[in-house]
């Protein structure tokens, strides 16, 4: 496994891998890696013949308040697990390789970014579509993967893939979860024993609002309500959002007859978690 920390040697690798007609799967990531991600990496490693893991802590998608100094790094263990799962090339740039002086580009996609994180996160999406635009253009993979987790963000990534023709074909994939239903996420490691359980709320809320819907319940304002006063009901929960909507548009659904995207984000202590499904 090679590690590039350079984007002229990331491209240059990937060019002449693509001239041996080979084909390349970019995982980019943020590191901390946990088993969410690994199963990103297995994909690709089944699928292409060059995985290509990136580990970078992207400041511009951070707003000033956010976690970019705390967010937990650690760059030793990540490369130990992508070297056993298998991956050909993790790129690892600099802040100063991907935004050097006199950086001024921003990438930004107008609907799908507007609502839930892009209303609560101002400026986030921009940061994750600069970032993917550059990660895109430097590995050139045939495959960009996603997990399913930041639905939103795959939203998004799908648009500005198409809309500026990037020639990558995005790949979403299911959430994993720990056995008790909390979605994996390197920010569970701000949770304290205490405040644990109160996570579990979010995954809870998830397969409540299903079970109303199984029931015969339509409503979104009583399904949310209730979804709502469970998690104000669970110790130190904070909620940012609890919306319904269109799984393909992001537009608000004032009923489920068809099915809907119910997406959540709530703090817990320090740690702000997000989590989603499709109901109905
Ligand atoms: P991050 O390092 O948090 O930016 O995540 C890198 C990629 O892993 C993104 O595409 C995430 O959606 C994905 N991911 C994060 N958590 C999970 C999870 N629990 N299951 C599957 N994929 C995940």
């Known amino acids: 496994m090679e590690v590039i920390s350079a984007p002229e040697a990331m491209t240059a690798w990937s060019e002449a891998r693509r001239k041996q007609d080979r084909r390349i799967a970019l995982v980019p990531t943020m590191g901390y890696l946990h088993d969410g991600h ?20 992207n400041p511009t998608q951070f707003g000033p308040q956010e976690d970019f100094g705390a967010y937990p ?35 930004s996609v107008k609907e799908v970014s507007r609502p839930l994180c892009g209303a609560t996160r ?3 999406f921009d940061g ?16 960009g993967v996603f997990g399913e987790k930041d639905y939103q963000q795959l ?9 500026l023709n990037l020639g990558v074909e995005v790949v979403g994939r299911p959430t994993l979860r720990e056995p008790d239903g909390l979605a994996m996420s390197s920010r569970n490691k701000y949770l304290t024993p205490e405040q644990r359980p109160s996570a579990l709320s979010l995954s809870r809320s998830l397969a409540l609002a299903e079970e109303l819907v199984a029931k015969g319940e339509r ?17 130190g929960t904070e909620i940012d959002y609890a919306e319904l909507r269109d799984p393909e548009t992001l537009v608000q659904v004032n009923r489920v007859d068809k099915p809907a995207l119910l997406a959540l984000a709530v703090k ?6 997000i989590d989603n499904r499709i109901i109905g």
């Open 38 to 57: 690994l199963s990103l990496i297995r994909w690709a490693v089944e699928r292409a013949e060059d995985a290509v893991v990136s580990i970078f802590v």
């Open 73 to 107: 790094r650690d760059m030793e263990r990540d490369l130990a697990l992508c070297r056993r799962a298998g991956t050909r090339v993790v790129f690892a740039p600099e802040v100063e390789d991907m935004y050097p002086a006199g950086f001024q580009t921003v990438v």
């Open 122 to 124: 101002p400026g986030h």
């Open 128 to 143: 994750v579509a600069t970032v993917v635009t550059k990660l895109f253009t430097i590995v050139r993979p045939h495959w």
């Open 155 to 163: 939203l998004v990534i799908k648009r500005f893939t198409r809309d």
């Open 219 to 235: 409503e979104a304002e009583s399904i949310l309500r209730k979804i709502r006063d469970m998690i104000e009901a669970t110790p």
């Open 268 to 273: 817990v202590g320090r740690a702000r978690l």
